[in-house]
């Protein structure tokens, strides 16, 4: 039996012309932005990268079909209908019932590989939780990173998990980490988090010589490229400190567990930032397109 995998006409014309293509999860459009703006915003991403030459492969699950590369009437579906935020462990439920949903960083990471897509673009990736000790609560998005082999370029991981423990979870899972342009972990808002990279890489070329290498040792391990906000352009620190733990401690009061914690705490931040925060991470994830824009164009060239 084949993959139910539907890649757009658009996308698959550009992967077997070898032109640059750069895919774009779905959940932080469903979940991630509120609405109605984020319409807007997921359309804003794809213009962003043609701007820059790029092809953009928006990816989700549409009535059972695993989709790389959206019209714009399914973007509006998936920013608009009140989808389900998809995992990997949720897709063949939701393609035995030919249902719908956004996409997390696992699950997107799975259905670009499969379509040829080999550089993501995000804003933040899941982690592992303050509290994990305890809760387990680690994101199903490390372990598919350590089994797919996709370039994935995000703002590191939010100040709301616990990032240390996050990136001894990396180094665990064989995952590398690029510092792009920096030798220090950005914690999302923040552009520094205090945990030291080992690696730093100057511009996309050196991303795209870093993957040339890992097809020639033919590992299945992701490159995570973490690409910090310029400091001017960063939150407030002391409002970040603030809302970071009152959203916290609303999250423990109200109980919020398994799934629905990172939209909560998301959303009690832009709340407790009126706005800052929301503001900060759509010029995150910009930043982060416009980056893995050069890296799919300097893959490409290869
Ligand atoms: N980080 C963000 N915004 C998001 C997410 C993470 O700044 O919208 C989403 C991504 O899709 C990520 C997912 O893959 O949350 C992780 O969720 P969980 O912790 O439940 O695995
Ligand atoms: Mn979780």
């Not at 935020?85 to 499969?114: C, E, N, Q, Y």
């Not at 370029?153 to 990396?170: F, H, M, P, Q």
């Not at 342009?181 to 080992?198: A, I, Q, V």
Request: contains cysteine; hydrophobic residues 45%; aromatic residues 4%.
């Amino acid at each position: 039996m084949s993959l139910p995998l539907s890649i757009s006409p658009e996308v698959s014309d550009a992967l077997a012309a070898g032109r640059p293509v750069v895919a774009l999860e779905s959940t932080i459009i469903s979940h991630g932005l509120p609405r109605p703006d984020n319409l807007a915003a997921a359309r804003r991403f794809e213009q962003q990268l043609r701007d820059a030459g790029v092809v953009p492969a928006t990816i989700a699950v549409l009535d059972g079909q695993l989709k790389a590369g959206l019209s714009d009437a399914e973007l509006e579906r998936i920013a608009s209908e009140d989808v389900p935020k998809l995992s990997m462990r949720d897709l063949p439920v939701v393609l035995a019932r030919g249902g719908s949903g956004a996409t997390t960083v696992a699950a997107t990471s799975f259905i670009a590989d499969h379509a040829g897509v080999r550089v993501f673009a995000t804003g933040g990736l899941g982690g592992v939780h303050r509290g994990a000790d305890t809760s387990f609560d680690e994101s199903n998005d490390l372990k598919a990173l350590s089994e797919v082999p996709i370039t994935v370029v995000s703002a590191g991981v939010k100040s709301v998990l616990d990032i240390g423990a996050t990136l001894e979870r990396l180094e665990t899972l064989g995952v590398t980490v690029l510092g792009y342009g920096t030798d220090e972990f950005p914690s999302f808002w923040l552009r520094s988090s205090g945990e030291p990279l080992d690696w730093t890489v100057p511009d996309g070329q050196a991303v795209a010589g870093v993957m040339e290498a890992r097809e020639q040792l033919e590992l299945c391990t992701a490159i995570v490229v973490a690409n910090p906000l310029p400091f001017d352009q960063q939150l407030d620190p002391d409002l970040h400190d603030r809302a970071l733990a009152e959203a916290l401690r609303r999250c423990e009061e109200k109980g919020i567990e398994g799934k629905e914690v990172t939209p909560f705490l998301l959303s009690t931040i832009v709340e407790l930032t009126e706005g800052d925060s929301l503001a900060v991470n759509l010029r995150i994830v910009e930043n982060n397109i416009r980056v893995a824009a050069e890296i799919a164009t300097a893959w490409a060239e290869l």
